[in-house]
């Protein structure tokens, strides 16, 4: 390893403005491959981020199991992702709320009900629900069926277009809750018999399931196997 | 090899391993890893007594947020009304308790824990408790806080405020209470505390 000197001044005077500093890695020259923490006997402890070296066990800041790479991580992901693919079916499927109209009961899914809001003119909030509740759960388990597919299989996709999608996958995961939300202020507030009712049905416990199983399924993934595997093929990220 | 010995000027990506050199930022900006583009660190910026007087000021809306009515609506003369947590109580009591639960969470229980904690820990620096017990509790409060902020979702919950009342106006005359006004409040104060909060920095506390 040579003793490469830093180059950190020629950016700091640049992005005194912006907001975003791209950090030179230890490897400033390019023909060098990048550094792994893996390769320098150093890693991170997963719940701190204190820097360890790989040969101990535990973190010298929070004294929590370091691990250097965790490649079971995989398959629980995948576990996580296929029960939460079966459950999202299962939601699309079945009948979300149950509202009672005038004695008449009618069985909503989630994708009636959307249809429901264009057909009343309400297409602002008809947009909001679709995102929420159909295009939010579909991209994230595409999206990280994708992410688990290109790790296990070595498939040559860019690396870095893989890592912006995961970010965006953990990012908008949370915004699913908002059906749930609405299911429940709903039902809270629309009781009065046969006049007016609006019940939970079984989807609504189906859907709440896959929002947690795809946000565990994004917690549990060790990203940093995506770089290491597709390391060894060679491509450029 | 001998140049990473001091472990303080390297720092690892903690998606993908790669070794990066730190080095001071400028303030209110960010370093990015060159190769994954993920956010490594923040220019630390954390003022305690912000944070106190956020956390302060979270406690006591939470309180109005909670227990008022967010909605109400006007149906044949009879008026109904709906608090954030009978919402989630009465989704568990028709059986649905897995989504009652995740909106309870959601809503009420983490952004609570995430205040009381946010201010334990505040409390703990501010009044440099060194003692071995306060020295744990401190480690665990920071060891939950990932969790814990991920499980708040107050952001979700104000625009399922709109949205509701939109549904719900095709069926008849909805109005936000007051409710709505301090839960939205309580957004705004805890997306600033948030803001405000950095968990590399609070981690540097236990160091020294």
Redesign the interface.
């Known amino acids: 390893m040579p003793n490469t000197p830093i180059s950190a001044t020629n950016n700091l005077s640049t992005t005194s403005e912006a907001t975003v500093v791209d950090c030179n890695d230890v490897t400033t020259t390019k023909t060098q491959p990048h550094l792994q923490g893996q390769k320098i006997g150093l890693c991170l402890c997963p719940v701190c981020r204190k820097l360890n070296l790989t040969s101990n066990n535990h973190c010298r800041r929070c004294f929590s199991q370091l691990s250097n790479r965790n490649y079971a991580s995989i398959q629980q992901s995948w576990a996580l992702l296929i029960t939460a693919t079966i459950l999202l079916v299962v939601a699309n499927i079945y009948p979300i709320t149950l509202l009672t109209n005038r004695g008449v009961v009618t069985n909503d899914t989630i994708f009636s009900g959307i249809s429901h809001l264009v057909q009343t003119g309400m297409f602002p909030i008809a947009i909001i629900v679709f995102t929420a509740s159909i295009l939010v759960p579909w991209l994230k388990i595409i999206g990280l069926a994708t992410y688990l597919t290109a790790i296990s299989f070595n498939l040559p996709v860019s690396k870095r277009k893989l890592m912006v999608g995961f970010h965006i996958i953990e990012w908008i995961g949370r915004w699913s809750m908002l059906d749930l939300f609405v299911i429940s202020l709903t039902v809270a507030l629309v009781n009065m018999g046969q006049l007016l009712d609006a019940k939970p049905a079984p989807a609504a416990t189906a859907f709440a399931l896959v929002i947690l199983l795809t946000q565990l399924a994004a917690k549990v993934l060790d990203t940093r196997l995506l770089w290491d595997r597709l390391e060894q093929s060679d491509d450029t990220n | 090899?001998h140049?990473?010995d001091d472990?303080?000027s390297?720092?690892?990506c903690?998606?993908?391993?790669?070794?990066?050199?730190?080095?001071?930022?400028?303030s209110?900006?960010?370093?990015?890893?060159?190769?994954?583009?993920?956010v490594?660190y923040d220019s630390p910026y954390c003022s305690i007594n912000g944070m106190l007087a956020l956390c302060i000021a979270a406690l006591i809306i939470f309180i109005p947020a909670n227990l008022l009515p967010?909605?109400?609506?006007h149906?044949?003369g009879?008026v109904?009304?709906?608090t954030v947590i009978?919402?989630?109580v009465?989704?568990w009591a028709?059986g649905?308790w897995?989504?009652?639960l995740?909106?309870m969470v959601?809503?009420v229980i983490a952004p609570g824990l995430l205040i009381l904690s946010i201010l334990t820990q505040v409390m703990i620096v501010k009044l440099k408790l060194h003692s071995s017990f306060w020295q744990r509790a401190y480690?665990t409060l920071?060891?939950n806080h990932g969790s814990i902020s991920?499980m708040t979702?107050l952001e979700?919950?104000v625009?399922?405020?709109?949205?509701?009342a939109?549904?719900?106006s095709?069926?008849?005359d909805v109005y936000f209470g007051m409710g709505t006004f301090s839960f939205t409040m309580l957004f705004v104060i805890i997306l600033f505390l948030q803001r405000e909060y950095n968990l590399?920095h609070m981690?540097s506390y236990?160091?020294a």
Request: aromatic residues 10%.
């Open positions: 090899m140049e990473f472990h303080d390297i720092i690892l903690h998606s993908c391993d790669l070794a990066v050199r730190k080095r001071a930022l400028p209110s900006s960010r370093a990015i890893c060159p190769r994954c583009h993920t490594l967010v909605l109400e609506i149906f044949l009879s109904r009304t709906t009978q919402a989630a009465t989704v028709e649905y897995v989504v009652g995740a909106v959601a809503a480690s920071l060891k991920q979702m979700i919950y625009i399922s405020f709109l949205v509701s939109f549904q719900l095709d069926f008849s590399e981690w236990v160091d």
